[in-house]
């Protein structure tokens, strides 16, 4: 209970110094009475944390929630500490989603209506549940197929290097797509790519806690599953678990938060894998009960830190997000192979 308690103490600070820090640091308590309702010292700070930073702030929590659950359930589901959206290809399957969409979708539309405006117009109106429909579809072809991977090649070591190279076939193929794009959906395409909690504004953000929402329930209703599914398939089975029914719906769940990640936020590294071996280190305990929460907890406190990095506050400059996660996920990972090559498990 002081873990959680812990947790929420440090996510809710998160959040404050979040809306606080950045390229013009406003102070905290005019923060606080901008949440509460109240009105700021000045109207453009007003602006600036409504209109601005709290799109931000949420993003950065749904992302964090998003990453840390997919990974948690990715590595039950498939038995391997180093699993996550990244390392088995899922998120270069959603990143192909996306570019079909971002790419090809305006050439069909175009196709379809001979009005260029109309056509636009069309392709715009459809581009925010398209994104997260490619790279959710995405996703989940890639986990379909490193799923059947893993059936059938039991050494793990295996598995992640083909998730590699699926990932590398998967990647050349965007490349392809973007070489023969327009040059101003290359520029978008290229700019979504370097991952940003910046691109989600109000209208989009009750679609993005849509879709996270949906996964985080199914994630919660599959806590007992996951306990039975990390014991391996006969154990699982001797408890009276459907473990194909258990698997699909964990897969599920894993396609549609990396997939609403990917189309909102660009490809983010790391946090998928890091997360979850955080949260394992805090709470001492593989009981996915405690472990599903601590995730998303941990998760959005995480991203919010990252998100604050990349801020690099006091600057006019920004980083893209991926190089903040891999600042704080690239040494977790390095501990993580450490400990496999001891023969550690989860």
């Known amino acids: 209970m002081f873990a959680f308690s812990l947790l929420i103490f440090v996510f809710l600070l998160a959040v404050l110094v979040s809306l606080s820090w950045s390229s013009v640091r406003l102070p905290l308590d005019e923060v606080a009475r901008v949440l509460l309702g109240r009105e700021a010292e000045r109207d453009a700070w007003t602006t600036i944390i409504l209109d601005v930073r709290l799109p931000r702030v949420i993003t950065a929590t749904l992302v964090g929630i998003a990453l840390g659950l997919a990974g948690l359930q990715m590595q039950a589901v498939f038995r391997n500490p180093l699993a996550s959206p990244y390392t088995l290809g899922v998120v270069s399957g959603a990143s192909l989603g996306a570019a079909l969409v971002i790419i090809v979708l305006p050439g069909l539309t175009v196709g379809l209506y001979r009005d260029t405006a109309t056509a636009s117009a069309v392709a715009q109106a459809i581009s925010g549940v398209g994104l997260v429909i490619g790279a959710s579809l995405g996703a989940g072809t890639v986990l379909l197929a490193m799923l059947v991977v893993a059936s059938v090649v039991r050494d793990m070591v295996i598995v992640l290097l083909l998730g590699v190279v699926l990932s590398a076939l998967i990647g050349a193929l965007v490349t392809v797509l ?51 599914l990390l014991m391996g398939e006969n154990y699982a089975r001797s408890m009276g678990l459907n473990v194909r029914r258990a698997r699909t719906l964990t897969l599920t769940s ?37 472990l599903v929460p601590g995730s998303a907890l941990t998760g959005a406190s995480v991203a919010l830190g990252c998100g604050l990095l990349a801020e690099m506050p006091n600057s006019n400059l920004t980083l893209p997000v991926n190089a903040a996660t891999a600042i704080v996920g690239g040494p977790i990972a390095f501990w993580v192979l450490l400990r496999m090559r001891r023969g550690w498990g989860l």
């Open 178 to 228: 973007v070489f023969f794009a327009d040059p101003n959906q290359t520029r978008l395409f290229v700019e979504w790519g370097f991952g940003s909690f910046h691109r989600v504004r109000w209208d989009d953000v009750t679609l993005f806690a849509l879709a996270v929402g949906i996964g985080a329930v199914v994630a919660a209703l599959s806590m007992k599953q996951l306990n039975a």
């Open 254 to 290: 894993a396609s549609i938060l990396a997939g609403a990640v990917v189309a909102f936020a660009g490809p983010i590294a790391f946090l998928g894998i890091a997360i979850p071996h955080i949260t394992r280190g805090i709470f001492g305990s593989a009981d996915h009960r405690i």
